[in-house]
């Protein structure tokens, strides 16, 4: 059973960073898929990037490629979210999410079976 636990989130101003952390427990192995999602208020949660441990293969969704970047410290079992130039849509709450048995990266919160509580980001302008 993975054991996810998000930090990080905070609010700040547009044009403010943040770094997302997520530890990772309850697994003796390298968990293969990593992904982070947010999910706004009144809106559908989505998969803003993902990573695929066993390769080099990492998703970015298009609203937030070169501002957001994925990163993973294996030996730490830990996950980040760089997210850097902050907009006020960006706010939401954000989660990581694992699955360790993965053979490919695949885009959407189905592919995903452990979640963390999530963390709330807020952008104001």
């Known amino acids: 059973q993975v054991q996810l636990v998000e930090s990080g989130g905070g609010s700040v101003q547009t044009g403010g960073s943040l770094r997302l952390s997520c530890a990772a427990s309850?697994?003796?192995?390298?968990?293969?898929?990593i992904g982070w999602f947010r999910q706004a208020p009144g809106k559908e949660r989505e998969m803003v990037a993902g990573?695929?441990?066993?390769?080099?293969?990492?998703y970015y969704a298009d609203s937030v490629k070169g501002r957001f970047t994925i990163s993973e410290d294996s030996g730490k079992k830990m996950v980040y979210l760089l997210m850097n130039s902050l907009k006020p849509e960006d706010t939401a709450m954000y989660y990581c999410?694992?699955?360790?048995?993965?053979?490919?990266?695949?885009?959407?919160?189905?592919?995903?079976?452990?979640w963390g509580q999530g963390t709330q980001v807020t952008v104001s302008s």
């Open positions: 999410a694992a699955e360790p048995m993965c053979v490919r990266l695949r885009i959407g919160d189905k592919y995903f079976a452990y």
């Open positions: 990573m695929y441990t066993g390769g080099a293969d990492t």
């Open positions: 309850g697994y003796a192995y390298s968990i293969k898929c």
